[in-house]
């Protein structure tokens, strides 16, 4: 039935089930899915809508959802009134004044619909000559400074910051940070004409620690919101319902106060099931049963956003989850994840027509150019959204990096040296780079927006380009270190040929050497065989040929005389002369 009605099967199961009215369009596809007639079953639609509905043109609903109360609201702003009290005496003895409170609690209406009309209500000295409302955003110091200057002429400035969290959560620029928080604490100074009071997320306490002049200044004046009492819980159940002439079920009343009570952020869980409730009204009476039908205090976002996400295709159903994660500040270390504002050019204008529903579906809010969560209570309310969050933390805090770092870039006029590099680049490419098979940068849904894909696309252009010229580097030094390599060899292979010329030569020499002492070894051994052999040995020593050899071989086969004489006739004819005897004797003295 989904497949042919072009509707999820979420969406085909709620209109099954009969607890609340599908929207006509779902109506329409289920009748078409079951080939019954869809004009038939519009009819149909359209009584059951007029018994659920009393449709008032205009009518002004007495409850604001999950939207905080404005100032214009203050009329349906019940159930503060003592706390409000404290916190004008408060903020009229100290200059800066904070008020902290859970997320739920309420902070944000006591400021607007409380704080602001009853400052507007003083005569006299006592009424401020302008107040001003502001969030910090990513670059607070930069676009409050001129809001932060007390007006020149009487009266005083009352600046009320509302979400002082996103101080910490948006803006990362430490000195941007202190800048702001100067400018804000220059009220306590006694020259000052202006007012200030903060609003802050109660898990954001410690983080005003940071600061010691912030951490002084909120130990002495702060307010903590904490949950209603039974009484002020159903001045906000009746109080606005009687404003518009309704009625409630005491039924109603006391279930919801039981499921309520001591949850101190569970106020706009509350606020958005009795505006559905009102909705589902049987003529001026709020009942039971269609409190029920919501999904009741813990069901009825849930049930309100997967009603919408139903009804979607499934185009529209990616455009959905893109823009609710660009409305997510992703929280770390141990820090509850909060909203974040975006621009609508931030979104993409392909998603107009799914943000549109979003919006009259209560779940984000529009102001001018720029678009929020309805209330931070849709994070945990919604399953499916608090799903997608954990399911990529890393990637949206990544994500929300990288937008960061495109911003800087742009404000730089897009200068090269603020570009990713490194480790950052490497893993913004592995998250955000396309599969194989795509042509650009980002995913097939469009996650990034255009100044971050260009951010990344310029960061990978110069990456590559680098890397090519350190490849181009790497070849030269390859080529050099080879070439000087190949000289290196030429040249030892030079110097040992002509080493070994060098010992061929002094071979050949030595060579030379011993043959001429064999040669003269032989003509000296007739005479004196003593040298002869000396000058044998040494010749064979020298060089081992077959001259020296013959040389030694020769001195070794002769008697081992100094010399040999000539016989004289004396000898021969057997007679010695004394002559020949002294020659004899003369002849065998060392030489």
Known sequence: MAQRAGYSITAMSQAAAGDQLPSLAVAR??????????????????????EVRVPVPDERPPYRGLARFEPGDSDLFFGRQTLLAELVALAREHRFAAVFGPSGSGKSSLLRAGLIPRLR??????????VRVLTPGA??????????????????????????????????????????????????????????????????????????????????ANLLVGPMSRDELREVITGPAATAGLNVERALTARIIDEVVDRPGALPMLSHALLET?????????????????????????????????????EQSRAARRILLRLIAPGQGGTADTRRPASRAELGSGSRD??????????????????????????????????????????????????????????????????????????????????????????????????????????????????????????????????LSVFLVLALAAGLVAWQRDRVSEAESAKAAARRLATVADSLRPTDPRTAALL???????????????????????????????????????????????????????R
């Open 354 to 483: 799914v943000l549109e529903r979003l919006v009259a579906a209560r779940l984000v809010t529009l102001d001018g150019d720029t678009v929020e969560l309805a209330h931070e209570a849709l994070i945990t309310g919604w399953p499916r959204l608090a799903g997608w969050i954990e399911e990529g933390r890393e990637r949206l805090r990544a994500q929300r990096r990288l937008g960061e770092a495109a911003h800087g870039w742009e404000e730089l006029d897009r200068d090269p040296g603020a570009l990713y590099r490194g480790t950052r680049l490497d893993r913004a490419e592995e998250l955000f780079a396309r599969q194989e098979g795509d042509d650009q940068l980002g995913q097939p849904d469009d996650e990034l927006t255009g100044l971050e894909r260009s951010f990344l696309a310029a960061s990978l252009t110069v990456r590559d380009a680098e890397r090519e010229a350190e490849t181009r580097t790497a070849r030269r030094t390859r080529s050099l270190t080879v070439g």
């Open 536 to 590: 044998g040995v040494a010749a064979w020593r020298v060089a081992p040929l077959t001259e020296s050899r013959s040389a030694l071989l020769g001195a070794l086969a002769q008697p081992d005389r100094d010399a040999f004489t000539d016989p004289g006739p004396e000898r021969t004819s057997g007679v010695s002369s004394p002559t020949a005897a002294g020659r004899c004797s003369a002849s065998t003295e060392p």
């Open 139 to 220: 670059r607070p110091a930069r676009t409050h400074a001129e809001a932060l200057t007390a007006l020149d002429g009487g009266g005083e400035t009352w600046v009320l910051v509302d979400q002082f969290e996103e101080l910490f959560t948006l803006c990362h620029d430490r000195g941007e940070r202190a800048r702001f928080l100067d400018l804000l604490l220059a009220a306590r100074r006694p020259q000052s004409r202006l007012h200030v009071v903060i609003a802050v997320r109660g898990d954001f306490y410690g983080h005003c620690a940071d600061h010691r002049e912030l951490a002084e200044t909120v130990s002495r």
């Open 278 to 314: 009102w909705h589902r009204r049987r003529s001026r009476l709020l009942t039971l049963a269609a409190y029920e039908a919501t999904g009741g205090v813990r069901g009825a976002i849930a049930a309100t956003a997967e009603e919408l996400y139903g009804g979607l295709s499934a």
């Open 29 to 50: 596809a289920y009748a078409e899915a079951l080939d019954a007639d869809p004009d038939v079953w519009e009819q149909r639609w359209r009584e059951a809508d007029a």
């Open 121 to 130: 209500q003083a005569t006299g000295a006592e009424r401020p000559a302008v």
